[in-house]
């Protein structure tokens, strides 16, 4: 029986991530399909003339649209009508702050020039003596940073994730001594947070060679770290 135990915990560790992944993008194929596939011309879609559904066809033709629409805004016409459009919207009284929102977002996340998110660091929160895991966002700008200026304040932006859903949390302003920033990846920072602590990363780290440090110890530091 305690065999048995072992094989079924062993099976579930390996099959548990395999399947919730499989499951996830699955989930998100046939979502996107359902939403473009009505919008695809019956001569082009293979489940007009095929006895089974092809799934991935929404998500192929959605690719290639977006391709498409960012080629076109590339040039003159295209900004010329996009910044029509976004002027059509910005006059429209909710419609103008749900858009605005949404844009700086798609733009902080997706554009390359951004460094969002791409250092985690540790600071004492809620009170000190307790640590957190943030992620470091930007440097204060604007009314905040010069509010916070004038309390000779050198801050930075973070977000604190909540466990297990890293996806919500809190924006913090900390003074740039009191951020701790790890050696570790935002991803492995991320694992860490979903787990509760049960993952950690594996870290190495190579002693430094002093009086208190022999020789050996050294090797075998550096040996350990390779």
Known sequence: MTRLRNYFLTGL???GPVGITAYLTWSIVQWIDGWIK???PGNYNPDTYLPF???GVGLIVAFFGLVVIGFLTANIAGRTLVSYGESLLGRMPVVRNLHSGLKQIFETILAERSNSFKKAAIIQYPRPGLWAIVFIATNARGEVAH?????NEDVTAVFLPTTPN???GFLLFVPRDEVIELDMTVEA???LVISAGLVSPEWDKVLPLTDATTDADAKRSLETAD
Request: proline content about 20%.
């Open 38 to 40: 009505p919008l695809i």
């Open 13 to 15: 560790v390996i099959a």
């Open 53 to 55: 559904p092809v799934p």
């Open 189 to 191: 920072a991320a694992k």
């Open 147 to 151: 509010k916070l200026h004038d309390y």
């Open 166 to 168: 890293p996806t919500s």
